[in-house]
């Protein structure tokens, strides 16, 4: 296993809509078990395949806690199925350095996927759970969390990146 780089915002790699998994291959496996690590190590509660620069619709989760433990979810070919409610808790991503917002989304979702032994299963979320699952499938379809934030907080943050990108130059 290894920890690999994490892309960072703007990486183009983000911005792309990522290819279905065609097969569950020794690759395949070897990539899931990278990206658990990658997560871990980061650590984040996701991690899906286009932040490690692989554009394929794969992703990781883990939101266990001490308190709760909620199983490692392996996520191949994942698929919204239903929604319900809305919720609004502040959200950050291990590919969007120091910011973190408020975002809307579905309070409770079901998810369809093929797991890592290639089984069709089923997932229903709520809480963090259900905002990792539409924040993973978000980044299968090249959307960051900071497309779903109000304008206003999108420009304090675009301004906040110009500044820094500015900065990283002035200091080579
Ligand atoms: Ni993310």
């Not at 991690?47 to 992703?59: C, E, H, K, M, Y």
């Not at 909620?70 to 994942?78: A, E, M, S």
């Not at 910011?99 to 299963?121: E, H, I, M, P, W």
């Amino acid at each position: 296993m290894a920890v690999l780089e994490i892309r960072k915002y703007p990486d183009p790699v983000l911005r792309r809509k990522s290819r279905p998994v065609a097969g569950i291959t020794p690759e395949i496996q070897k990539l899931i078990d990278d990206m658990i690590e990658t997560m871990y190590a980061a650590p984040g509660v996701g991690l899906a395949a286009p932040q490690v620069g692989i554009p394929l619709r794969l992703a990781v989760i883990d939101v266990s806690t001490k308190e709760e433990n909620i199983p490692l979810l392996v996520l191949v070919n994942p698929e919204i199925i239903s929604t319900e409610g809305e919720q609004s808790e502040e959200e950050g991503c291990l590919s969007v350095s120091d910011f973190q917002s408020v975002v809307t989304r579905f309070a409770k979702v079901r998810v369809r996927a093929t797991d890592r032994d290639g089984k069709l299963c089923e997932v229903s979320g709520e809480g963090l759970l259900a905002r990792a699952f539409q924040h993973e499938i978000d980044h299968l379809d090249g959307v960051l969390f900071i497309d779903r934030i109000s304008p206003l907080k999108r420009g304090l943050f675009k301004r906040r990146v110009r500044k820094n990108l500015k900065e990283d130059k002035a200091a080579i």
